[in-house]
């Protein structure tokens, strides 16, 4: 059964940080390309952060330079790094892991960025 458990969501001042991770199991983690996705309430999910198997990454023009993706093979986990959050990054963080026709999602960590 694979399962992407989230995890380090919280309610943090603009200016601050956090770091999500998700641990995966069930797959070979490896070879997976893994995403980080949010979605605000009345939003679609959009794409944040990405990083192949080989370790390349992307970001979504918002988060640039302010979040960086990582992953850790041993592990089986995917961290998402955010610093210099805003009000506007407030959402449901997903994690998702695919490889060819093969995609799964987590069940979200809630990140709220407030005064």
């Known amino acids: 059964q694979v399962q992407l458990v989230e995890s380090g969501g919280g309610l943090v001042q603009p200016g601050g940080s956090l770091r999500l991770s998700c641990a995966s199991s069930?797959?070979?983690?490896?070879?997976?390309?893994m995403y980080w996705y949010r979605q605000a309430p009345g939003e679609q999910r959009d794409l944040v952060a990405v990083i192949t198997d080989g370790g390349t990454t992307n970001y979504a023009d918002s988060v640039k330079g302010r979040f960086t993706i990582s992953r850790d093979n041993p592990q089986n986990t995917v961290v998402l790094q955010m610093n210099n959050l805003k009000v506007e990054d407030t959402a449901v963080y997903y994690c998702s892991a695919r490889w060819f026709k093969y995609t799964y999602w987590g069940q979200g960590t809630q990140v709220t960025v407030s005064a």
């Open positions: 069930g797959i070979i983690f490896n070879i997976y390309t």
